[in-house]
């Protein structure tokens, strides 16, 4: 089945750096979404991009929708140690249209104070 | 306005006893997600609903899981028998597709412990 590519697996930074993770596919996304999941809870929505070249904020964090419509990539400015938690990327096929998402298999980030 | 309820959020039972998860999703959402995630494969879709129908149970790892939707408020995801390999977290999710389009919304999990 379709298959995404999120990278890195994990990383382990300093408050205060920045952060930067993608997720590549080999075929056309119609959508992107971006969750974080933090320890004993379920994955909660950040950022939903629609349209290719798409440019979006949520405060500290920025997404984009790749213009090939085959990536989407997530920043995360100045870090917190609130920050801690694995980032999920899903993504809606652009030959489906059955409201399933396709999911990453999560960066997992730690923050070290 | 209340997210996606589920329960229990923990559950411990001994190999080969009927478990029973269940869900309540977002009010006025018409797809409805259970998924399950463990370390080895990470997130994994069950089963998903649209309208209280069952669209897809490709995921669906055996017979001895099965779900329901009687209505659209209430789903329950149930095992009979249970086997230590179903060890995992179970999450159901919600989504409204007219509204806010493929856009996710999850519950809290149920942590299931076989022994």
């Known amino acids: 089945g379709q298959q995404l590519n999120q990278s890195p697996q994990s990383m382990f930074i300093q408050e205060g750096e920045d952060v930067s993770m993608n997720c590549t596919s080999s075929?056309?996304?119609?959508?992107w979404l971006w969750y974080k999941q933090d320890p004993g809870e379920g994955p909660v929505l950040l950022i939903a991009?629609?349209?290719?070249?798409e440019l979006t904020s949520n405060g500290r964090l920025t997404a984009q929708f790749g213009i090939t419509r085959k990536d989407s990539f997530l920043n995360i400015s100045a870090s917190i140690p609130s920050d801690v938690g694995i980032y999920f990327c899903?993504?809606?096929?652009?030959?489906?249209?059955?409201?399933?998402?396709?999911f990453g298999q999560g960066t997992t980030l730690q923050v070290k104070p | 306005d209340a997210g996606v309820i589920q329960s229990p959020r923990h559950e411990v039972t001994e190999m080969g006893q009927e478990v029973t998860l269940r869900c309540k999703p977002i009010?006025?959402?018409?797809?409805l997600f259970w998924y399950r995630q463990t370390m080895m494969r990470g997130l994994e879709l069950l089963i998903y609903f649209n309208n209280n129908v069952p669209i897809d149970d490709s995921g669906m790892p055996e017979d001895r899981f099965s779900a329901k939707m009687p209505n659209a408020s209430f789903s329950t995801l149930k095992i009979q028998p249970s086997e230590p390999r179903d060890s995992a977290v179970y999450f159901c999710?919600?989504?409204?597709?007219?509204?806010?389009?493929?856009?996710?919304?999850f519950g809290p999990g149920t942590r299931l412990t076989v022994t």
């Open positions: 999710a919600s989504s409204d597709r007219f509204l806010s389009s493929y856009e996710q919304y």
């Open positions: 009010s006025g959402h018409d797809y």
């Open positions: 991009l629609y349209k290719a070249g």
């Open positions: 899903a993504g809606q096929p652009y030959s489906s249209n059955t409201g399933k998402l396709i």
């Open positions: 075929s056309i996304f119609n959508t």
